[in-house]
């Protein structure tokens, strides 16, 4: 069964630190995407990657930078967690033929508490 | 600028009944468009997606959805819900060749 795997389903971490957010998918898809969830305010995007190397800003960025070392594998780094970066983080991939019209699989989620 | 409606936040339904949701887009082309379903501390699982053809699309778990061109209308549908389908469910379009706008999701309560 094809899936995409994020390392963690629960994350504490104290104010200022490092924290990194791992994403590994095997279905050899070319995109993969950052958004974070939280309540009210629905997904919103925070930096997607459509080849190995190559990243772009969403529409939340500030606060977080990303890796993708190879094609497999996004990570989403917190470079000082703060407690406003306390959310439910999901990655997701899709390929890139076909034009999007294949949609995205999602991992199960990250969700990370800030304190 | 291309955007995506659920008019509900939250729906209830008694167990056994019917349903819709709602899902309106606003894009200037044909769109691919896409229902998920996301269960409570969980990822978000495709439904089902229209990108051409049959303006009925079938999904996984007994769910439908009707595109309607003249109403920029994706509405999802299920003749019976079942308790196991309370969740949040998001309409998304498909705006480029990677991107999608999401709705803001429709919570489904079931009454027992």
């Known amino acids: 069964d094809v899936k995409v795997t994020q390392s963690s389903r629960y994350l504490v971490k104290r104010t200022g630190e490092k924290v990194f957010l791992e994403c590994v998918q095997d279905?050899?898809?070319?995109?993969m995407f950052w958004y974070r969830q939280d309540p009210g305010l629905g997904l919103r995007l925070i930096y997607f990657?459509?080849?190995?190397?190559?990243?772009e800003k969403g529409d939340i960025p500030e606060g977080y930078s990303v890796s993708r070392e190879k094609k497999e594998r996004f990570s989403l780094i917190l470079e000082s967690a703060s407690t406003n970066q306390t959310s439910m983080y999901l990655c997701?991939?899709?390929?890139?033929?076909?034009?999007?019209?294949?949609?995205?699989?999602f991992g199960s989620g990250t969700r990370l508490t800030v304190v | 600028a291309q955007s995506v409606t659920q008019p509900d936040i939250h729906i209830t339904v008694s167990e056994g009944a019917s349903l819709e949701l709602r899902c309106n887009y606003s894009?200037?082309?044909?769109?691919?468009l896409f229902w998920y379903v996301q269960s409570p501390g969980q990822g978000l699982q495709l439904l089902l997606k229209?990108?051409?053809?049959d303006t009925l699309v079938q999904g996984i778990k007994g769910f439908e959805a009707e595109f309607k061109r003249s109403q920029s209308s994706f509405n999802l549908r299920k003749p019976s819900v079942h308790w196991s389908d309370a969740a949040e469910y998001f309409c998304?379009?498909?705006?480029?060749?990677?991107?999608?706008?999401w709705g803001a999701g429709t919570k489904l309560i079931i009454k027992p």
């Open positions: 998304a379009v498909s705006v480029n060749n990677y991107q999608l706008i």
């Open positions: 894009y200037g082309a044909t769109p691919y």
């Open positions: 229209y990108f051409s053809g």
């Open positions: 279905m050899d898809h070319e995109n």
């Open positions: 990657s459509y080849d190995v190397k190559m990243k």
């Open positions: 997701a991939s899709s390929p890139s033929t076909g034009g999007n019209r294949y949609g995205y699989t």
